[in-house]
């Protein structure tokens, strides 16, 4: 069989439904691996990168809901579909708040679950071209980012760690997906950690690292024991075998100096060190990122296409940009969404802007998170904030309100249920 069909990992207890499933998905021109337990499932995901997992929820040995985790920390993009004859409808909110892309209840009806494997196929295709247009070099011709792309070219293939240094919004995201994109381990995997899903244990991380490219976001928020352990991979060469690239918008050197932030570990990080400039510094870049991200937005979202009149771009050419590139891209997903004529003049992006600024005043007044809850009660407190905060910009519209917030449409109904939001009050 060719091997440039779709692998699936089949993970079931039930011998005759393994069989049966993997007769079917081999009938349908697939390539399929099956596992009766969670030690046989995390071998075949180890040895065999499979496209798509079809994980049961009920095993001997461990649960669904726990190897789901367990494959989503090592592989965010993997996509994983669940089946569970005893489910309920918290097991299927879980599992999707999670990450899994769907939940089938069996008996299972063989059209439904090939229609589902068919969707999270094509959602994951889509993400990976998205990935790939990560890996992009860097939009603009103005000396920073050009010299930034000379800077990047030049230090790819080092086997030095990589810090990047910027304002919020910057992209330091999408410079490492670049960076991973020209170095040395650039067939493998983009895994990106941040402090609060950082591993405690050493042997995760370094399995995690091995072969791939290891992206700590937001690292100058690490906790104290998490420097501790990266700092003595590094004294010891446990990471060599990985391209590590780390991220900062705050100055690691106040970090040290108010004790929040090891001196050692800044010494072994900084030896490479690209400094991702503010969008107002390179203004003339505008232009240029205003038709790269209408590009974006409509091939990735299917919106129509809509034309930024010369005095629209001049707008955005002098607006502050607080929120650099990430603002901007914001501003712009929101102009083509909301708006209807072809093109978009210079009035329209005067009373976006204006919405725009309004509503994040709003927003920081009156819907600021509470610090004293716990991590999940927060996340679940700001998810709440951020969904209602899109449904009022698409005045209850769901469908927008997904393109707005990066979501397939599905994905949010379920979101929005799990959290008690009845869009139509909103």
């Known amino acids: 069989m060719s091997q440039d069909k779709p692998l699936i990992l089949v993970v079931d207890d039930e011998p005759d439904i393994r069989e049966l499933v993997k007769d079917i998905l081999e009938d349908e021109g697939y390539r399929v691996v099956i596992a009766g337990d969670g030690t046989d499932a995390r071998a075949a995901f180890s040895s065999n990168s499979p496209n798509l997992i079809l994980l049961d929820i009920w095993m001997p040995d461990v649960d669904g809901i726990s190897l789901l985790k367990e494959f989503k920390q ?104 670049y960076l991973h994109s020209l170095g040395k381990f650039s067939s493998g995997k983009f895994i990106e950690i941040t402090p609060a899903s950082f591993p405690t244990d050493s042997l995760k991380l370094t399995s995690l690292a091995h072969n791939n490219c290891l992206f700590i976001n937001d690292l100058s928020l690490l906790p104290t024991a998490a420097q501790a ?62 038709h790269h991200f209408v590009d974006e937005q409509t ?19 002098n607006h502050p940009w607080q929120g650099n590139v990430l603002e901007l891209k914001n501003v712009i997903q929101r102009l083509l969404v909301l708006g209807e004529l072809d093109d978009i003049d210079v009035t329209e992006v005067d009373q976006t802007l204006r919405e725009t600024s309004e509503q994040q005043t709003q927003a920081n007044e009156l819907n600021s998170i509470n610090y004293d809850l716990p991590l999940r009660e927060a996340r679940e407190q700001f998810e709440r904030i951020y969904l209602l905060h899109k449904l009022q910009e698409t005045e209850g519209n769901v469908g927008k309100a997904a393109k707005l917030a990066g979501m397939e ?17 909103v």
């Open 74 to 177: 090592q592989d965010p993009s993997i996509t994983i579909v669940m089946m569970s004859g005893h489910g309920t409808i918290e097991t299927a909110v879980e599992a999707t708040r999670l990450g899994a892309y769907d939940f089938i209840e069996k008996p299972l009806s063989m059209a439904k679950l090939l229609r589902s494997i068919e969707l999270a196929l094509e959602s994951s295709n889509k993400k990976a071209a998205i990935r790939q247009h990560y890996a992009q070099a860097p939009v603009g011709k103005s000396p920073q980012i050009t010299l930034l792309r000379e800077q990047s070219q030049r230090v790819a293939q080092h086997d030095m760690p990589i810090l990047l240094q910027g304002e919020g919004g910057t992209g330091k995201h999408c410079y490492a997906h």
């Open 229 to 290: 352990l990266l700092s003595h991979l590094l004294n010891t060469q446990k990471l060599a075998d990985c391209q590590l690239i780390c991220a900062t918008q705050y100055s690691l050197d106040l970090a040290v100096n108010n004790g929040s932030f090891s001196e050692g570990l800044l010494y072994q990080l900084n030896s490479i060190t690209l400094a991702i400039p503010a969008l107002r510094d390179h203004i003339e870049d505008i232009p240029e990122l205003i």
């Open 299 to 317: 091939t990735e979202s299917d919106m129509p296409y809509r034309h930024f009149t010369v005095a629209a771009q001049n707008r955005l050419r």
């Open 409 to 425: 449409r599905t994905h949010l109904y379920r979101k929005l249920r799990s959290l008690d939001i009845d869009s139509k009050q």
